[in-house]
């Protein structure tokens, strides 16, 4: 079945840098669409960022800090994190999305991973 597993979240000082990963399972992981998605409390789950097939895109309140990569290889997705700010504190989950020819979509999310910022 299809598993999506984050990991590497944590609690670091602000200016720090953290690494979460997505180890992907039970589809093609090289066809699909893979993202970043993050939730603060009292707040809509936002996309971070997204590597499609041969895109990469950020929001704007992480480009420059943020870096999105994957290894087909591996199945697993990456984000690297840099310069970290309170504001980025929140659970960020790793969603894998596939749109056929005839618009059905296969849209498969992780369980999440905790990031805290905070001195």
């Known amino acids: 079945q299809v598993q999506l597993v984050e990991s590497g979240g944590g609690l670091v000082q602000p200016g720090g840098s953290l690494r979460l990963s997505c180890a992907a399972s039970g589809f093609t992981f090289s066809s699909y669409a893979m993202s970043w998605y993050r939730q603060a409390p009292g707040k809509e789950r936002e996309l971070v960022a997204t590597?499609?097939?041969?895109?990469?895109t950020y929001a704007d309140s992480v480009k420059g800090r943020f870096a999105i990569s994957r290894d087909n290889a591996k199945n697993t997705l990456y984000l690297q994190m840099n310069s970290l700010k309170p504001e980025d504190t929140a659970v960020y989950y790793c969603?894998?999305?596939?749109?056929?020819?005839?618009?059905?979509?296969?849209?498969?999310w992780g369980q999440g991973t905790q990031v805290t910022v905070s001195s």
């Open positions: 590597s499609g097939i041969g895109s990469i």
């Open positions: 969603n894998a999305l596939f749109t056929t020819f005839y618009s059905k979509k296969y849209d498969y």
